[in-house]
Nanobody, 119 residues
Framework: QVQLVESGGDLVQPGGSLRLSCQAS????????MGWYRQAPGKQRELVAR???????NYADSVKGRFTISRDNAKNTVYLQMNSLKPEDTAVYYC?????????????WGQGTQVTVSS
C-alpha cells in the first residue's frame, strides 16, 4: 500500500511563490509517474504537472514557465515549485502516483493541500 502526504500549501499574495512537497511511503519505485493535480471550487480536477519515470515532464498550459515539477527518488518525494502565483491558481492541490506494473495499474492519491492566492 502506498500513501502520499502533501505539504506546503498556504495563503500567498499574487506574484508570490510556494513549494509543495509530496512524500510517498510504502512500496513505491522510480517506475511511477508522479503528478500534481488541482481542483478549484466548482471545477473539475485538472492536471497541473507530471514527471515520468524517465524524467520527462508535462505541464498544463496555464502554468508553463511558472511552475516546475521535480522528483527525488532517493527520498520518495516529488516537488512542485510555484512562482508568479495568480489568484486563479487557488485550489486544493493533490499528489498522484501511477504506474503499470506487471499488467496491473496502480493509482494513488494524496489528501490534498490548500493553496490560496489572494491579497
Amino acid at each position: 500500500q502506498v500513501q502520499l502526504v502533501e505539504s506546503g500549501g498556504d495563503l500567498v499574495q499574487p506574484g508570490g511563490s510556494l513549494r509543495l512537497s509530496c512524500q510517498a511511503s510504502g512500496s513505491i519505485s522510480s517506475r511511477y509517474a508522479m503528478g500534481w493535480y488541482r481542483q478549484a471550487p466548482g471545477k473539475q480536477r485538472e492536471l497541473v504537472a507530471r514527471i515520468l519515470s524517465g524524467g520527462t515532464t508535462n505541464y498544463a498550459d496555464s502554468v508553463k514557465g511558472r511552475f516546475t515539477i521535480s522528483r527525488d527518488n532517493a527520498k520518495n518525494t516529488v516537488y512542485l515549485q510555484m512562482n508568479s502565483l495568480k489568484p486563479e491558481d487557488t485550489a486544493v492541490y493533490y499528489c498522484n502516483a501511477a504506474a503499470w506494473i506487471i499488467a496491473t495499474y496502480y493509482n494513488y492519491w494524496g489528501q490534498g493541500t490548500q493553496v490560496t492566492v489572494s491579497s
